[in-house]
């Protein structure tokens, strides 16, 4: 069974940090892309940062791009989030996602989601 399960999560004062992790299993995950996907509410799902298992490439969001990091851990099967110098603004749910297809991590229609892990940042 696909699975994808997050963790990670809490509350956190802007300018501090959270690693969130999303364990994976029942797929091939040395060929699957993945990545974070974020919705705050009244907001519209946005893709936060991907990765190609098979080729190495990593996409970030302009909002994210020099605070977030993500890595994978491929004896593990797990991906991380490093979500430094948090602000209010990164406030949402957190969603882990992934897919055979890395271009549908770019097109944001992954197959495969995560049950997501509540980040809050408080000012």
């Known amino acids: 069974q696909r699975q994808l399960v997050e963790s990670g999560g809490g509350s956190v004062q802007a300018g501090g940090s959270l690693r969130l992790s999303c364990a994976a299993s029942?797929?091939?995950?040395?060929?699957?892309?993945m990545g974070w996907f974020r919705q705050a509410p009244g907001k519209e799902r946005e893709g936060v940062a991907h990765i190609s298992h098979e080729s190495g490439e990593t996409y970030y969001s302009n909002s994210v791009k020099g605070r977030f990091t993500i890595s994978s851990d491929n004896d593990k099967n797990m991906i991380y989030l490093q979500m430094n110098n948090l602000k209010s603004e990164d406030t949402a749910m957190y969603y882990c996602?992934?897919?055979?297809?890395?271009?549908?991590?770019?097109?944001?229609?992954?197959?495969?989601w995560g049950q997501g892990t509540q980040v809050t940042v408080s000012s």
């Open positions: 996602a992934a897919d055979p297809g890395y271009l549908k991590l770019v097109h944001g229609t992954p197959r495969l």
């Open positions: 029942g797929f091939t995950f040395s060929k699957s892309a």
